[in-house]
């Protein structure tokens, strides 16, 4: 398998333009997580899906951010307008559930974004 | 709610030195506990983690972890570090009942930085 798959690698955008980042999951796993990792706040959960419904989106920081999971391959992270402050390393997981808790979360490379 | 601790945000161990990372968490009972690594410009990569029964975990890449009830820790070590084990190392904590029920969010540590020198 390909591993989780983010695209773009790197992005660099002016503040107010719209950004959208991209993740393909590993096959066959039925959670989906976007995180942010930022020198000042470390690594934080912004939103998950289990079987493309989002579950938990209460680390998504304000209405510019969202988050959709149309099918089981495909998840995009949007803001609009972008920020700033918004200029961090978007991380996206995967993983599978199994009774007992084996449940190891397998990360993208990420996307770095730069908001001029 | 869980919560985990990293208290030292960096640590410089020579090469072939024995090397022990320290992670603390909160929680009422038995939590579900992790260690990710992450190397510069990449994800993280899970290392080991902790579930139930043996306190002594071994992992990839030669490191284990002692799980202490009594000390609420969960430290990582390796006997002898290489240079390629310098990145950053995190400590992670999930909620064994929640998890039972599908809710799989884990609280990540703030981590620690590892530099090896020659």
């Known amino acids: 398998d390909a591993g989780v798959i983010q695209s773009p690698r790197h992005e660099v955008t002016e503040m107010g333009q719209e950004v959208t980042l991209r993740c393909k999951p590993i096959s066959g796993h039925d959670y989906l997580f976007w995180y942010r990792q930022t020198m000042m706040r470390g690594l934080e959960l912004l939103i998950y899906f289990n079987n493309n419904v989002p579950i938990d989106d209460s680390g998504m920081p304000e209405d510019r951010f969202s988050a959709k999971m149309p099918n089981a391959s495909f998840s995009t992270l949007k803001i609009q307008p972008s920020e700033p402050r918004d200029s961090a390393v978007y991380f996206c997981?995967?993983?599978?559930?199994?009774?007992?808790?084996?449940?190891?979360?397998?990360f993208g490379p990420g996307t770095r974004l730069t908001v001029l | 709610a869980q919560s985990v601790t990293q208290p030292d945000i960096h640590i410089t161990v020579s090469e072939g030195a024995s090397l022990e990372l320290r992670c603390n968490y909160s929680?009422?009972?038995?939590?579900?506990l992790f260690w990710y690594v992450q190397s510069p410009g990449q994800g993280l990569q899970l290392l080991l983690k902790?579930?139930?029964?043996?306190?002594l975990v071994q992992g990839i890449k030669g490191f284990e972890a002692e799980f202490k009830r009594s000390q609420s820790s969960f430290n990582l070590r390796k006997p002898s570090v290489h240079w390629s084990d310098a990145a950053e190392y995190f400590c992670a904590v999930g909620d064994p009942l929640r998890f039972a029920g599908g809710y799989q969010k884990v609280t990540f540590g703030t981590g620690t930085k590892l530099q090896v020198i020659p």
């Open positions: 997981a995967s993983s599978y559930f199994r009774s007992g808790g084996n449940n190891e979360q397998f």
């Open positions: 902790y579930f139930s029964g043996d306190t």
């Open positions: 929680y009422g009972a038995t939590p579900y």
